[in-house]
């Protein structure tokens, strides 16, 4: 890789002013010497053994004098080697090169006389070193420019700072240096850094607009021919046509290749006189008075007989000649006498040379090539068969005498040529290309027809064999202004404008349905294929701040809702896999994102540039010239000229290219990596790496687009492949610190045996592949030119694609440090501090899917799966939802009693009308005895048992608002159940349906009730909890008329056989319990309609809380959230501070996995690591399951601390505890269904983040396994304290912390303070003995203990603390509870330290937290 410096002249801006005013003693042994006065020889000083000269510096502006080493090569030819220089009157300094590190100079005032010199004269001591033998000497070199002009310097400068200053630069500059002198300079670059950056991409996107053959996948053809910037052209034949007809280059049958199309002439007589028609594809494209001729070898006119010919050649505008110059390159070509034709061999292997595009033409799955284009390459080439058509490519003619009732056409003839159609790009299509500037009043041709719609017409078939979609549409001709001037419609792909600041409101949805291709998927779902990609950016680093929420019906996302993107030639892809049920202003909304400079293109540039395709790869199109053809354009002709130099010098230091990467054809894809260093022209070097960095074709260049941590693929499938180190090399060599550490002149640094310093060791190398692990691209979408077949895009940044492929272990850094270091503990965060100042929430939309936490995504849309849903009344709600303040919607709902009546067409109790409230009254009571049983509106029966001694059964239902309103769609609703229960095993289960009429049941939980001897009615409630309510949140509600809604509360008796659990999870196995003791009864009631979320609140795409707030209900209950619903349907996610987790810490509890125990590792009781695990701690509790432990959850996947854990025990009136498993299970009372499917209660070795991991009261202890070279792993040790249940052997430790399954090694930074001469720093099987630790074969396993202590007992310096401190702090006036911490001393100065001291500690204490600047002034 060659590293090329930027090469601007700046230091005109930094005059290098004599540096020195203090007087020198200079070495009496030192020879003066002086610049020479003849400028064509150079001086020859002298040999030195080693020594020093003395020189004055130049003394005025144009003077430069450089002394030369000069050495002689292997030919004896002399090399001048510079070393040193003074220049415009400046002092003497080095020059870099070999010899830089043994120069040395020093100047000013002399304080002492010597020969040729006196005290006071100001000169420079040069100290160079000794020659060798062979050398020739030193030189001194003397140049003098002379006293440049005004209008020198400003060209001069103008030449090194831009791509070539026009005239008029040169002298405004000349003007301003006259009038400011020097500054005129600086001021020149302060105007360039203001002027916005011309972005490439851009350029090239705005002469984008590409012939519709190539729409497929990147947008939708148009628009139509009586739309405004509908395009018609007068001539026959573009470049597509030609590659239709002659072939073009690609392999197989409907995947890259097409038939031949012949172009077809026919004599047409009309009344009497003979006219030409030529077709394409079997469509008129015009009807000529005259045939086509060609010039025979005696330069006679020949006419084109009747027949079909091949066009070899096509040029986009009409006839040969522009004014009264003629081309005499040929500009239409066809085949005389010989044709290309199709020929295929199908799977029955008869050759039929139909070319027809049977799909029975295949070989197994593979479809066998449709053509030979070499063949036909070779007859276009054949100059006897060739023949130039005299004037040029045919005018498109329609003869008054013709019969348009055939045609589609339309009359633009009476439209003003000024205004409502103009010609565009005359210098390039001679008058050809017309663009209409307005919106037709009617969209009828002449004839009475509507004009088809091109974007359902390019799409006919893009899948089959042969000619599919390519059977080309109805030509629509058109009449211009003008002598009887013609043209055909000339639709073409439309790209839109998809920027950062304005993304697609509808992320490209709608094109994806008006391009939806008809017919049959295998799902049997009609007109729901993929034909157009939704342009809907993916998320990322770079446009998320300006990401946005919308409520567009036709909203789409590129992110398929299930599975991966689809190679579209193999797969037909189902449009609903990218059309979110959340989208529309009813729902809670899709967020959408552009991408840097996806402008829409300008309609008046026509077609200047093309895209790519893999069934039409355009032949005539180089597109990396196109790239080159940009850049020229837009370097040569920008305002921002510093920009553009300084963006080329970046793209000199990164290794980017197309050669090594499989994106090689595209232009705009590869246009946005060089667009990458001009956005970051003036921003800092961190940013540009960045950008770099996030590049998917930098990731193929330098290989680690699939990097994975080592223990992916090992725990897997015991494959052993450590991060790719390629990026991570480049990086430090290449784009970095380079190979060896820097003084700041740029010298070496030099240890204490002169040797040069490395900047990093292979170990740094070693440790940094290890950042780049599990990054992938962005998925494939639409609106920009890409590798059609690619399901991945080579234009957006690159993504976090799988955490658990991710490297979570210590990383060191190049300064003796690590990774992280000055960033505070995760483990320091408070409880709840997802309501402290700085905490972070992303706007979802109306997905639940978070991007930076592994929720599962079956929970997305899921009604059963309870959420963490804020509170109106909450303080976040308020910060998240931003209130508009708007009114609820209106209905025509009636108000009710809320005391529900038997209603016959639903065979239940309903409750007619809104109210805060319904109650079923005395209509529930009895189960034997139950009046109008079963009272369920489905038919579910009750059992069959009526013995009064078994009298479980539900006495009454009421269904509540939370806050008092009336019951609302998408607000929180209370269910109150009064039941008789005779056993502690039965079970009371919540029901709830959004249609009364047509219910389909949601599971809300199950409760045990209390046991009660003997039965009598009790409320059923979740008891001894902090919230004992059954709550849910009522389903939408659309209609302004209000919507029926139903919950279902069975009683079911698990003696009464055959009621089940039989998931062993918990969960009812039936909505509809069939037991023979059981109980059913609904309830219905009717809802006032929802608000719209779009109505209701203004939402952020990211939100950071700016104060510290108060928790409400459920949110005082948690440790942390992870995804929040801020109302119904529409959902944030936490991102907290940020922070490090230390691997090592004391007082580990052990976490376990699996419903029976099955996985164990250590877990910081401070971190919210695991689920609530809650023992039984009450009589009526079976004691044969004391040890079972229940889940208790605040919110599906919730995570508590371990006193977390303790106070939601404590909430329940339970115990936390080292369970026996998890339960309780079938027969057996306990709340593991509350809020959690106990079916989540999973482990996996293999994927540590697919296990779910439960808190224990067992310890744990950390260890690391150091193997020979001193890298180490980290190894768990959970205390032993139960067996895998049902087994008597102790449950396996996660593999990635497991001794005998580690592979996860690391560098760390040892302590060599006290080690002995000649001994390893770390402990090591045979030079030490493991130094205290237990010999493991060829590996030494130490315990660990984390000390913690005070280094300062008064106040540091800021130095001090940088030097000494590593870990950071979060803010103490902000992140912890009042008067946690107090102030001692608080200063504003950027060297100044403030000290808060934690109370009931010392002033000085291990928690004693120091507020300072960093050298970042942060």
């Not at 049920?581 to 026509?606: H, L, R």
Request: net charge negative; glycine share 8%.
């Amino acid at each position: 890789m060659k590293r090329t410096p930027l090469s601007l002249a700046l230091l005109a801006l930094c005059s290098l002013f004599r540096s020195s005013t203090a007087s020198i003693s200079f070495s009496d042994n030192a020879t003066l010497v002086s610049c020479p006065t003849d400028l064509s020889t150079p001086s020859s000083v002298r040999s030195f053994s080693g020594g020093s000269l003395l020189v004055s510096p130049t003394s005025q502006e144009g003077d430069l004098c450089i002394l030369s080493r000069v050495n002689r090569n292997d030919t004896s030819k002399k090399v001048y080697i510079p070393i040193a220089r003074s220049y415009d009157g400046n002092d003497w300094h080095r020059v870099e090169g070999r010899y830089v590190s043994f120069v040395v100079t020093q100047c000013g005032a002399s304080a002492n006389n010597g020969v040729g010199f006196s005290a006071g004269d100001y000169l420079c001591e040069i100290t160079v070193p000794q020659l060798n033998p062979g050398n020739v000497g030193y030189f001194i070199t003397k140049w003098d420019a002379g006293s440049a002009s005004n209008r020198k310097k400003a060209a001069r400068f103008l030449e090194r700072a831009t791509w070539g200053p026009r005239w008029s630069e040169i002298t405004s500059l000349e003007n301003s240096i006259a009038t400011s002198g020097q500054k005129a300079l600086a001021l020149w670059v302060k105007n360039q850094q203001s002027i916005t950056p011309t972005s490439h991409r851009a350029f090239f996107r705005e002469r984008l607009n590409p012939r519709a053959v190539e729409s497929y996948l990147y947008g939708i053809p148009g628009p139509k021919a009586c739309e405004k910037n509908a395009r018609f052209r007068r001539f026959a034949f573009t470049y597509k046509d030609k590659e239709l007809s002659r072939g073009f280059s690609g392999g197989w049958a409907g995947s890259s290749g097409l038939p031949f199309t012949p172009m077809e002439l026919t004599t047409l007589p009309i009344n009497g006189v003979n006219y030409y028609s030529v077709k394409f594809g079997g469509e008129i494209r015009t009807v000529l008075s005259n045939p086509l001729t060609y010039k025979d070898s005696n330069n006679l006119n020949v006419s084109l007989s009747d027949g079909n010919y091949t066009i070899c050649h096509a040029v986009e505008f009409v006839g040969d000649k522009f004014g009264d110059s003629i081309y005499t390159d040929p500009r239409f070509q066809v085949l005389v006498g010989d044709l290309c034709t199709s020929s295929y061999t199908d799977a029955g292997g008869v050759k039929d040379g139909k070319g027809d595009g049977s799909t029975t033409a295949r070989v197994g799955s593979t479809l066998v090539r449709v053509y030979d284009k070499n063949a036909c390459d070779a007859k276009c080439a054949d100059t006897t068969k060739v023949k130039v058509i005299q004037g040029g490519n045919p005018e498109v003619m329609i003869p008054d005498a013709f019969d348009k009732t055939a045609l589609s056409w339309i009359d633009l003839s009476a439209l003003d040529t000024n205004s409502e159609i103009i010609s565009i790009n005359t210098e390039r299509t001679h008058d050809s290309s017309w663009l209409l500037q307005k919106d037709l009043s009617s969209c009828t041709d002449q004839n009475g027809y509507g004009f088809p719609n091109p974007a359902r017409l390019a799409y006919t078939d893009y899948y089959s064999f042969g000619h599919g979609k390519y059977n080309l549409d109805k030509p629509i001709f058109a009449k211009l202004p003008g002598n009887n001037k013609w043209a055909l419609h000339d639709f073409r792909t439309q790209f839109k404008g998809n920027t950062l600041e304005n993304p697609l409101e509808d992320g490209g949805g709608a094109a994806m349905k008006a391009a939806a291709r008809s017919g049959n998927n295998e799902d049997g779902n009609p007109n729901t294929d993929l034909v157009v990609r939704c342009s809907n950016a993916q998320r990322n680093v770079f446009n998320e701040d300006q990401c946005r929420i919308s409520y567009h019906p036709d909203a789409c996302q590129s992110v398929p809702l299930r599975g991966a993107v689809a190679d579209p030639a193999v797969v037909v892809e189902p449009l609903w896999k990218y059309l979110p049920s959340f989208a529309g202003p009813d729902n809670g909304g899709v967020v959408v994102c552009g991408s840097e400079n996806e402008v829409a293109p300008i309609p008046t540039e026509d077609d200047h540039f093309d895209v790519t395709n893999r069934k039409v790869h355009s032949g005539s199109t180089d597109y990396m010239g196109q790239k080159i053809t940009v850049w020229f354009e837009v370097v040569l002709a920008a305002q921002d000229q510093l920009c553009q130099r300084l963006a080329f010098g970046l793209s000199k230091i990164f290794a980017t290219s197309t050669m090594s990467n499989s994106d090689s054809i595209n232009s705009e894809t590869n246009i946005g990596v060089y667009d990458n260093f001009v956005a970051s022209c003036f921003s800092t070097y961190r940013d540009v790496m960045k950008k770099v960095s996030f590049n998917q074709e930098m990731s193929e260049q330098l290989t680690f687009a699939t990097n994975k941590a080592v223990a992916t693929d090992w725990h897997r499938s015991r494959k052993l492949a450590w991060p790719d180190e390629n990026y991570a090399r480049e990086n430090l060599q290449l784009h970095s610190i380079g190979l060896l550490k820097l003084n700041d002149d740029g010298t070496p640094v030099l240890d204490h045996f002169g040797k040069r310093v490395a900047n990093y060791e292979q170990k740094h190398i070693f440790s940094a592949a290890k950042i780049w692990t599990s990054f992938g691209p962005s998925v494939r979408r639409g609106n920009y030119e890409d590798l059609d077949w690619s399901g991945t895009s080579y234009l957006d940044p690159l993504v976090l694609k799988d955490v658990s492929e991710r490297d979570w272990f210590p990383k060191i850094s190049t300064d003796g440090g690590y990774i992280g270091d000055k960033y505070p503990l995760c483990a320091d965060l408070p409880e709840r501090h997802f309501l402290r100042k700085g905490a972070t929430f992303r706007l979802l939309g109306g997905s639940s899917i978070p991007l930076s936490h592994n929720d599962g995504l079956s929970w997305d849309g899921n009604p059963e799966v309870q959420r963490m849903s804020l509170h109106p009344g909450s303080q976040l709600y308020n910060k998240l939802c931003n209130p508009t303040n708007a009114s609820l919607p209106s209905s025509t709902l009636l108000s009710g009693s809320g005391l529900a009546q038997y209603n016959s067409s639903f065979t239940a109790p309903v409750c007619l009308g809104s109210s805060n409230i319904c109650d079923s009254g005395d209509l529930l009571l009895g189960r034997a005895s139950e009046v109008n049983a079963p009272n369920t509106i489905d038919g579910c029966s009750d059992g069959q048992d009526k013995n009064a001694t078994y009298n479980e059964s539900v006495s009454r239902i009421i269904i509540s608002s939370i806050n008092g309103d009336e019951l609302r769609g998408g607000n929180v609703a209370k269910i109150q159940a009064t039941v008789i229960s005779r056993s502690r095993k039965d079970r009371v289960d919540f029901y709830f349906a959004s249609d009364a009429s047509s219910p389909i049941w949601r599971f809300i939980t199950s409760v045990a009730p209390l046991e009660t001897i003997p039965p009598r009615e009790m409320e059923v409630t979740l008891p001894h909890t902090r919230f004992p309510d059954i709550t849910y949140t009522l389903p939408k509600c659309l209609t302004a008329s209000g919507c029926k809604q139903a919950v279902r509360r069975p009683t079911s008796d698990p003696n009464g056989l055959p009621t089940t659990r039989g998931d062993a999870y918990m969960k009812p196995d039936s909505k509809c319990s069939n037991g023979r003791y059981d109980d059913v009864d609904d309830i219905v009631f009717e809802v006032l309609p929802s608000p719209r979320p779009k109505d209701t609140c203004s939402f952020k795409t990211l939100v950071t809380l700016d104060t510290n707030l108060e928790c409400q209900g459920r949110e005082c209950a948690v440790s942390t959230v992870r995804v929040v619903e801020v109302m119904s349907g529409v959902f944030y996610e936490y991102l907290h501070l940020p922070c490090i987790h230390l691997p090592f810490y004391n007082d580990a509890a052990k976490i376990f996995a699996g419903p029976g125990y099955q996985l164990t590792m250590c877990a910081d009781k401070r971190l919210p690591s695991a689920r609530s695990t809650c023992c039984g701690s009450y009589s009526w509790r079976d004691p044969g399951i004391f040890d079972w432990a229940d889940v208790l959850l605040e919110y599906r996947g919730e995570r508590l601390t371990f006193a977390g854990n303790k106070a939601r025990c404590a909430d329940w009136r339970r115990a936390e505890c080292d369970p026996v498993r998890i339960g309780p299970f079938t027969l057996w009372s306990g709340h593991c269904t509350y809020r959690q499917s106990c079916i989540e209660v999973r482990n996996s070795d293999v994927v540590l983040t697919n296990s779910a991991w439960h808190w224990t009261t067992a310890s744990c202890r950390i260890q690391v396994k150091v193997n020979s070279e001193g890298l180490i792993a980290i190894l768990h040790n959970p205390q032993n304290t139960r067996t895998i249940y049902g087994s008597s052997a102790y449950p396996q430790v996660q593999g990635h912390v497991n001794e005998n399954t580690t592979v996860s090694y690391f560098h760390v930074q040892w302590d060599t303070s006290n080690v002995a001469v000649g001994k390893l720093e770390y402990p090591h099987v045979t030079d030490n003995g493991c130094d205290g630790g237990t010999l493991s074969g060829e590996f030494c396993i130490c315990n660990t203990t984390v000390h913690a202590h005070a280094v300062y007992d008064s106040i540091p310096t800021r130095d001090a603390i940088l030097s000494d401190l590593f870990i950071g702090a979060f803010d103490p006036t902000v992140m912890f509870e009042t008067n946690e911490y107090v102030a001692l001393i608080e200063t504003a100065t950027d060297d100044g330290v403030s000290v808060y001291k934690k109370s009931g500690f010392g002033d000085y204490s291990e928690h004693t937290i120091f507020r300072i600047k960093d050298k970042y002034s942060k």
